[in-house]
């Protein structure tokens, strides 16, 4: 970690550190709250424990990784086939299963850390060389920009005005409204949506100012009480496989920050750090009733467009989404926002993931004339984007449904295990392991490293 780097950032002042945080949570926050829209679950839990879950995965990575986690779509399926096994006439509440399910999913991304703790990196990386994890971080942002353009058709005009003021605050801003763009993007097409009445602001004129986040009845402690035990076996049974998929995709998110930032956040603070932060993050959300958390690709975003890398302000942006969690009005004002412009910021960020995964594969000179590397990358993209673009938008195999993306990644970790002509090997030099010349990057405060 850039010692001056974090200085340089910091010395920008708490109003714009505050402004940035700010930025980082409205990134997030379509996304993370649109998974509990989409599943039941409470929407105030899931911020809660989207800063929670945060702050634990920067203690547990020492503060090193410019992270915001939030909650996984991967999951989704996995939720839909547990409220499946409850009939609507019985009494029983389907989310405490779902949460066993998910805590103990949660365990397994502290199997793998242990691994990496006892192996090494450079063993267990041998199975994640860039040839698997680039196609991977493309399929990333391409697989969410379909969700990006049907936001974005609610009305495109609201979403071209939010594209335009991030484009135009990025390239020709100055200052502070160069490294806010997105919360700018936000704020002005939210208020020009409002005024030619996009908006409905009825439920925020409803909502209380102050409510308390936590419904226990939606808690695993509520099992407790009274719980069907084969339902809860069949719950684990259906959540713990999808955790192999979406622990490759942190692998693949991690990469993803470690080549935006130019930090080797693989070797420091290491994967087996930055797995056990996202599992124990994953499973505390599951007790209390909350979506299964995840590294999140919009952050890696707005860390590309600002050049603002400083984990602090990841960490005001955790903190505000915990003070807003107990804010019933604000989360109303949020969830009012017109999704149009949720849409127009997203195409932006989740391209600039793909354009990651591109760089990721061509600044490490993948070579495409063998064979091996281009079944691997065309195998991790056409079962990645053909899955997840098919009319189920998954691979069901029994009560487990498996996303494209989990099913392209598995698939490449497996062919580059077993197809001859792996010679990839971590800690050989940094530019191979995350894609970024270290001696010509930028430091967190987005100034040119001596």
């Known amino acids: 970690m850039s010692e001056q780097g974090i200085r340089d950032a910091r010395s920008l002042g708490m109003p714009k550190m505050l402004l940035l945080g700010f930025q980082h949570m409205f990134a997030m926050f379509g996304a993370t709250v649109l998974v509990p829209v989409l599943t039941g679950l409470p929407v105030s839990t899931t911020l809660l424990f989207a800063g929670l879950g945060t702050l634990l995965f920067h203690f547990l990575t020492k503060g090193k990784v410019p992270a915001f986690l939030g909650s996984s779509f991967a999951f989704l399926g996995g939720y839909a086939s547990v409220a499946a ?3 609507n006439t019985e009494a029983l509440n389907w989310i405490p299963y779902a949460g066993v399910g998910v805590a103990c999913a949660g365990l397994l991304y502290a199997l793998l850390s242990a691994l990496f703790k006892a192996f090494g990196a450079k063993r267990v990386m041998r199975f994640f060389p860039p040839i698997v994890t680039g196609p991977v971080i493309i399929c990333i942002g391409l697989c969410l920009a379909s969700s990006a353009i049907n936001n974005a ?9 939010a594209i335009a ?10 200052g502070m409204i160069k490294i806010i763009p997105i919360l700018l993007g936000v704020v002005g097409s939210y208020i020009v949506a409002a005024i030619f009445g996009q908006v409905d602001f009825s439920t925020v004129a409803s909502a209380k100012w102050i409510g308390f986040p936590i419904q226990m ?20 049974v259906i959540m713990v496989p999808i955790a192999l998929a979406t622990m490759i995709e942190h692998i693949g998110d991690v990469s993803a ?7 080797n956040f693989i070797a420091d603070p290491g994967l087996h750090r930055t797995l056990l932060g996202d599992g124990c993050a ?13 590294t999140y690709g919009e952050n890696t975003g707005v860390l590309a467009l600002t050049k603002v890398y400083d984990p602090a302000v990841i960490r005001i942006a955790a903190v505000l989404a915990i003070v807003f969690a107990f804010c019933p009005k604000f989360e109303a004002l949020i969830a009012a926002m017109p999704t149009a412009t949720i849409g127009g910021v997203s195409l932006i960020l989740y391209g600039m993931i793909s354009a990651v995964g591109v760089r990721n594969v061509v600044e490490n000179q993948v070579d495409f004339t063998k064979s091996r590397n281009i079944i691997i990358a065309a195998l991790i993209l056409g079962l990645s984007l053909g899955i997840n673009f098919s009319n189920s938008g998954a691979i069901v195999l029994g ?12 698939v490449g970790i497996i062919l580059n295990a077993i197809l001859p002509g792996n010679d990839y090997e971590f800690g050989t030099n940094q530019l191979g392991d995350t894609s970024v010349n270290f001696q010509q990057g930028v430091d967190r405060a987005g100034t040119k490293k001596k």
Do not use: Q
């Open 85 to 87: 096994l409850f009939d």
């Open 153 to 161: 058709e609610a009305n495109w005009w609201i979403a071209i005005l």
């Open 165 to 174: 003021i991030v484009v135009v605050c990025n390239i020709w801003g100055k």
């Open 217 to 236: 009845d939606n808690t695993v402690f509520s099992l407790f009480k009274s719980c069907d035990g084969g339902k809860l076996v069949s719950a684990i």
């Open 257 to 263: 920050i470690s080549s935006t930032v130019g930090e």
């Open 282 to 294: 994953t499973s505390l959300a599951a007790l209390f009733g909350a979506p299964a958390n995840t």
């Open 399 to 410: 009560p487990v449904s498996l996303s494209g993306l989990a099913v392209g990644a598995l």
